[in-house]
């Protein structure tokens, strides 16, 4: 497995795109609740105290001249175009999360690029080639442990961590690059003076439990070194799809929204449970005359909740159906869908944090009793519609 890793990917972009910003401090910034925040930093504005997740307002104050950009969605796509092409050539499958993170599985290869180590070299050279950026890179056996290593040597270079040897290496690692240990947790490791990850690995099941929580049994498998998952994803070419078919056709609005509602949670959950988020949408509505209108949005981040999907999926409905004419169906493709890959170090707004584990929470439910146990409110105006949902 080989891991590659772009520190402040959307920063890095920048740079390749403006050579002038070359050892300037800039961030790029975006806003959330009506306050902007840092969203990625140069590395002249990380030595000058500017992090990721920091108020504009705030790294203003401890950078005169900081230089601020808006988010480039072309312009990372084009990157990512290029990583991909690069991950193509060398591996059979591959995972990318489209914000610096790579994962190459190039199992069976050693006889056309060489060694692992040997092929990772190929790969970094050939990544600042065509993309004009310098990762980091480890090989190791797991997805985990190859993670936890490029965060040694970051922001550039090439580890391997050899079979066997994972323990090992984690052993005298500083806990705050193990993948999952977010702020609480960090703060209950130091109450007990707990540092390095192999402290972590010493555990027993009971003591992990007793002071992690039900997180403890899989810290402590995962400060040894072990790690099962795979990779998750080759291109944007999965999807899921689902249609709401009326039994009468409608042309009441808010039964109409119902039905997008009920197909952004049925839809959503089976996402969420593969662990993936949603880059773009489409959507197809059909008439009781038998004419058929599509639309879709390429949307500027990966959706995860109903709310946000529902939302999207409703804007694209209003741009779409401009008949005055009943709906026979509706149908929504959930598309380019990626890894989530969320990493509790990384700064998420508040108010994002909270919908998600508020949309955790729902997930539990509707898995364990049934989709249908709980839903929106708004979904109880199609019940006497007769909706019949199924795969589009």
């Known amino acids: 497995m080989v891991h590659i890793n772009i520190i402040g990917f959307k920063a890095a972009v920048a740079a390749v795109k403006d050579k002038s910003l ?29 992090v990721p997740g920091m108020v504009l307002a705030e790294a203003r104050r401890r950078v005169n001249d900081l230089i601020v950009l808006a988010p480039d969605i072309p312009a990372y796509q084009v990157v990512n175009d290029e990583l991909e092409k690069v991950a193509a050539r060398y591996a059979p499958v591959w995972e990318n999360d489209k914000a610096g993170n790579l994962f190459l599985d190039i199992t069976g290869t050693t006889g056309i690029f ?16 065509q993309a004009g950026i310098k990762p980091a890179a480890a090989v190791a056996s797991n997805k985990l442990v190859s993670k936890v290593a490029t ?7 090439l580890i391997q961590v050899r079979d066997g040897t994972e323990a090992e290496f984690l052993s005298h690692q500083d806990i ?33 439990l ?13 400060a040894q070194g072990i790690d099962g998952s795979g990779i998750e994803r080759r291109n944007g070419n999965r999807r899921i799809t689902r249609q709401a078919d ?4 409608v042309i009441d609005d808010t039964v109409v929204r119902g039905a997008i509602e ?29 004419v058929r209108a599509e639309g879709r949005e390429k949307l500027k981040r990966p959706l995860i909740t109903d709310g946000e999907i529902t939302a999207a999926a409703y804007r694209v409905f209003k741009k779409t159906a401009n008949r005055r004419i009943r709906i026979r169906s509706i149908g929504v493709s959930f598309e380019d869908l990626v890894p989530l890959g969320f990493q509790p170090d990384l700064f998420e707004p508040e108010t994002e944090t909270a919908n998600r584990k508020l949309q955790e929470a729902v997930d539990k439910i509707k898995n364990r009793y049934g989709a249908g146990k709980i839903t929106r409110g708004i979904n109880l105006a199609i019940s006497n519609e007769q909706l019949a949902m199924s795969n589009w």
């Open 151 to 157: 965060r040694t040597i970051r922001p550039t270079g």
């Open 114 to 129: 060489g060694p692992p180590a040997d092929c990772s070299s190929r790969i970094l050279r050939e990544i600042y080639e």
């Open 210 to 222: 007793a002071l992690f929580g039900k997180q403890g049994h899989l810290l402590r498998s995962m």
């Open 246 to 249: 009326f039994e009468s056709d």
């Open 22 to 50: 070359r050892f300037r401090p800039y961030v790029i910034a975006g806003a959330a609740g009506g306050r902007s925040f840092a969203l990625d930093c140069s590395r002249e504005a990380v030595r000058q105290g500017v």
């Open 176 to 208: 705050r690059i193990l993948p999952g240990m977010g702020t609480k947790l960090l703060r209950t490791a130091a109450i007990v003076g707990i540092r390095e990850i192999g402290e972590i690995a010493a555990l027993t099941v009971t003591q992990a």
């Open 262 to 290: 009920a197909l952004a949670e049925h839809g959503g959950l089976q996402m969420r449970n593969e662990k993936l988020g949603m880059q773009n949408l489409s959507l197809v509505v059909a008439y009781a005359d038998g």
